[in-house]
T-cell receptor, first 110, second 114 residues
Framework: GQNIDQPTEMTATEGAIVQINCTYQ??????LFWYQQHAGEAPTFLSY????GLEEKGRFSSFLSRSKGYSYLLLKELQMKDSASYLC???????????FGPGTRLSVLP | SAVISQKPSRDICQRGTSLTIQCQVD?????MFWYRQQPGQSLTLIAT?????????ESGFVIDKFPISRPNLTFSTLTVSNMSPEDSSIYLC???????????FGAGSRLTVL
């Protein structure tokens, strides 16, 4: 199979930094996505990594290591509105087979 | 990236009935998919909607229960047939634009089956 693993839940404090990890099976890998999903809403696109390294976009950054089958999403200067589920998804066939991880539910506390 | 309009946004249905969900994309996209998301869970792919031909279903999903149409590159429908309470879920349409490398989602359709 194409198992994708993420921690189920994480808690952090407002203003802090949190790193959400994602591991995946490397065979057939064509790209990795991070999505944010607030309760009752559709997932919204955060980032896309296809090459090794760090992609920075404002308070959010995403890292990829293709050889290790590993990615992380880094959220800085946490705000209460960042409380949401964060989904890691892998493209295994050039846009024809996306597999989603179980999602990490992040709670930001005051 | 593409903008997706999905309707209905929510519905309450009676056991044994069928409901069709519509998905309209504002531009031609390479691939369209239908996902199911049960409460507190991640997304599960139901099928890939193929333009002009039968959809490709994932293990555990069959055409008789979830018939799908995709008559052109911007529109697709998913029907949930002969519904039971176990079909209560959020159904999400998504579209892949190869040029943009983005998988975009509709707002979802929350179905409750009584």
């Amino acid at each position: 199979g194409q198992n994708i693993d993420q921690p189920t839940e994480m808690t952090a404090t407002e203003g802090a930094i949190v790193q959400i990890n994602c591991t995946y099976q490397t065979s057939g890998f064509n790209g990795l996505f991070w999505y944010q999903q607030h309760a009752g809403e559709a997932p919204t696109f955060l980032s896309y990594n296809v090459l090794d390294g760090l992609e920075e976009k404002g308070r959010f950054s995403s890292f990829l290591s293709r050889s290790k089958g590993y990615s992380y999403l880094l959220l800085k200067e946490l705000q209460m509105k960042d409380s949401a589920s964060y989904l890691c998804a892998v493209d295994y066939n050039y846009g024809q087979n996306f597999v989603f991880g179980p999602g990490t539910r992040l709670s930001v506390l005051p | 990236s593409a903008v997706i309009s999905q309707k209905p946004s929510r519905d309450i249905c009676q056991r044994g009935t069928s409901l069709t969900i519509q998905c309209q994309v504002d531009s031609q996209v390479t691939m369209m998919f239908w996902y199911r998301q049960q409460p507190g869970q991640s997304l599960t792919l139901i099928a890939t909607a193929n333009q002009g031909s039968e959809a490709t279903y994932e293990s555990g999903f069959v055409i008789d229960k979830f018939p799908i149409s995709r008559p052109n590159l911007t529109f697709s429908t998913l029907t949930v047939s002969n519904m039971s309470p176990e079909d209560s879920s959020i159904y999400l349409c998504s579209a892949w634009s190869a040029g943009a490398n983005v998988l975009t989602f509709g707002a979802g359709s929350r179905l409750t089956v009584l």
